[in-house]
């Protein structure tokens, strides 16, 4: 990707970060649940099996294969009509994610406007310290020196009410200029390396979106002990994951995994892919067959899922059970259900939220979200063919669901093709090109 875009895109998260300290005394303390005695007692007598777990090559600790990502907690919204993260939910689904073994919780500075260390800080406290990894990452976008740098690094120790940080990453290193900027040049990395000597920080690393070139002056910049990567099925081809895992393995350093469903899209599919994969599996979702593919990989340490209802932390962590790679035969599927889903063309969009907000108020994510799941259902007609009576019942679901997915003034034809949003997007979609053409395909079915 070029470098002026992730620039960019480091201004996009930049607006996601900004002033939210304070937020935590407002509110009411969490009301945490009480601990799961049934489940603890049914794993400690074996008769359910915790998530499986991985040893990191830097301490020898055991890492839960399943990791919570904590950048899609539940929301809710205050008297005042603030949205805000809900606490008591939040609570409720960690604390079950841990009964059943999982140890990573993953955080960051910018995650749900800066709320997100400070309640993963509440929610943790109620656990030993050493029995969980916890990871935040350094906000690249706001270091504009070494005092900086080091005044990020404390407020994120005092935000998450912790001594140390078990991971912690330079967050979307982008570009080189994105490195040198904020951390060569500026002596940032040096003091991160002493951090780490001194124990507050037990593993350094960095998250990524970006190409080859910059995989390869970042990894020869410093030894790292883990890397995150976007990887799933999909992008292993689409997003050439498949190197950036492979430069990993070779210098045996473990790779951490982001988006392992796209976003959600391989979640869902679209029916011929769904048939592919039920047939191969009844009993397996699509994103256990997607959680399996990625954990499936040797190297990869542990696979980040950003969970926010209980049904989706009781799914994951039953597809890691006792987790098991995928079988050659599995793996066909896989590619077979692969190629029936690229058929449908979707927008490869992962609703991280990185392009908004939009100045003319185009709600993108959910122009995208909307699209896609109504061409995985096939529930597009194809307007530029003879029109017939399925495509009538084609356009009536289409605009029926368009218009209560997305209001009106957030709809794609209040794009104006200012171009702000593609210069932002991790996934280099042509973002005003991918609107027009939704909203082309809009005003052809409304006048039918």
Sequence with gaps: ??????????????????????????????????????????????????????????????????????????????????????????????????DNGVNYFDTAYNYLNGESELVVGEILKAFPRESFHLATKMPTWLITGLDKGKELFQEQLDKCQVEYFDFYLLHALGSIEDYDKAYKNTG?????????????????????????????????????????????????????????????????????????LRGGALATLNPEAVSILKEANPDLTPAGWAFRWVGSLPNVLTILSGMNVMSHVEENINTFRNFKPLT?????????????????????????????????GVDI?????????????GNVPDVKSAWTEESSRKKDIFLTRYNQSVSEPAQAHHCTQCGKCKTMCPQEIDIPAELARINEMVQEMSWR
């Design 1 to 98: 990707m070029e470098d002026n875009k992730k620039i960019s895109r480091r201004n996009a998260l930049k607006y996601m970060g900004l002033g939210i300290l304070g937020v935590a005394g407002i509110y009411s303390a969490i009301r945490f649940t009480p601990l799961n005695d049934k489940i603890k007692d049914a794993i400690k007598k074996g008769k359910i099996k915790p998530v499986s777990t991985r040893k990191d090559r830097v301490l020898g600790s055991e890492v839960s294969m399943l990791a919570f990502g904590c950048m899609r907690l539940p929301m809710m919204k205050t008297a005042e009509g603030t949205t805000v993260i809900n606490r008591e939910l939040s609570a409720q689904l960690i604390q079950y994610a841990y």
């Design 328 to 360: 050659s035969s599995e793996q066909e599927a896989v590619s077979k259900a692969l190629a029936a889903y690229k058929k449908i063309s979707p927008v490869p969009c992962t609703g991280c939220a990185y392009c908004m907000p939009c100045n003319f």
């Design 188 to 260: 940032v990395i040096e003091y991160l390396k002493e951090e780490k000597a001194k124990g507050r920080i037990k593993r350094l690393g960095f998250s990524f979106h970006s190409n080859a070139q910059t995989m390869d002056y970042l990894l020869q910049q410093y030894d790292w002990d883990f890397v995150m990567i976007q990887l799933n099925y999909l992008d292993w081809e689409a997003q050439n994951a498949k190197y950036m895992y492979g430069q990993l393995e070779k210098r045996n350093i473990q790779c951490l995994v982001m988006e392992p």
């Design 365 to 377: 994510p959910a122009v995208f979200a909307a699209y896609n799941e109504l061409i995985a259902e």
